[in-house]
């Protein structure tokens, strides 16, 4: 099966084939994802990291002719440059690090930031937890989004958690489905997932939890607000925005 490899900041993946189409996800500058189906402008992918399904713009992709790549390095900058065909491309955070080009038949990418870090050696502790997910502060709601361009509330816990070398799926109540439960929130740590439902009990948002009266999240925009046994309140308005169903933690 034929491989691809995206070649600019954000390739949205939508839900069908087209530019109307609802955007589900996102591949990075430098992700690679495998050809399921085709049409005139539009590859249907499945992105070879959490396995999430859509259609990509052809002309944001490229086919890869070599062995594909694998990396643990991540851009640790809030926005930082890759050179692609000799012109720079301003990519996010958490975007995929390459110690050497990566040569296709048409496009070269190449990397020379010092602004990177090792998911490998990531420990996964409160200041370094607070430290990167801060980086996406004030980021904008994006349905689908993954980047500090536009992000959404489990594309945020999935890159930051990426970073930590911590494998989490795509949809929130996919992730809700990973890690070890905790019983009560006064239990909970900087690290755990908060997951919280609507009012038909499917789970439809999640943050990451700084301790147990506090919360980081995209809701709108990537926002620091209180939590308590009920659920979210938000800190400008007092107003409960979030049911709380259930805590997971994934490592310590």
């Known amino acids: 099966m034929n491989k691809f490899i995206c070649i600019t900041a954000v390739c949205h993946v939508r839900r069908e084939a087209t530019h109307k189409a609802e955007i589900v996800s996102q591949l990075l500058l430098g992700e690679t994802a495998e050809l399921l189906e085709e049409t005139k402008d539009f590859l249907k992918l499945k992105c070879l990291y959490d396995g999430y399904e859509g259609w990509c713009q052809k002309s944001q992709v490229t086919e890869i002719i070599n062995n594909i790549r694998t990396t643990n390095f991540y851009i640790n900058e809030a926005i930082e440059v890759v050179t692609v065909n000799k012109k720079p491309c301003r990519v996010s955070l958490a975007t995929p690090y390459f110690k050497e080009d990566i040569i296709t038949k048409n496009f070269t990418l ?143």
């Not at 908060?194 to 990451?208: K, M, P």
Request: contains cysteine; charged residues 20%; hydrophobic residues 35%.
């Open 110 to 252: 190449q990397y020379s930031s010092q602004n990177i870090i090792n998911a490998t050696e990531m420990v996964f502790n409160e200041e370094n937890i607070k430290n990167l997910s801060f980086k996406y502060l004030n980021t904008p709601y994006l349905w689908g989004g993954k980047s500090v361009f536009g992000i959404d509330c489990s594309g945020f816990a999935q890159q930051v958690f990426k970073m930590f070398n911590i494998f989490l799926m795509r949809d929130a109540y996919q992730q809700a489905e990973q890690g070890e439960v905790v019983g009560f929130l006064q239990q909970a740590k900087c690290g755990d997932l908060a997951f919280f439902d609507n009012d038909e009990g499917r789970i439809t948002h999640v943050g990451i939890l700084l301790n147990n009266q506090t919360i980081i999240h995209s809701a709108g925009r990537v926002r620091i607000d209180n939590i308590d046994n009920a659920g979210i309140i938000n800190t400008e308005t007092g107003e409960r925005t979030h049911k709380l169903r259930i805590i997971k933690r994934y490592k310590y």
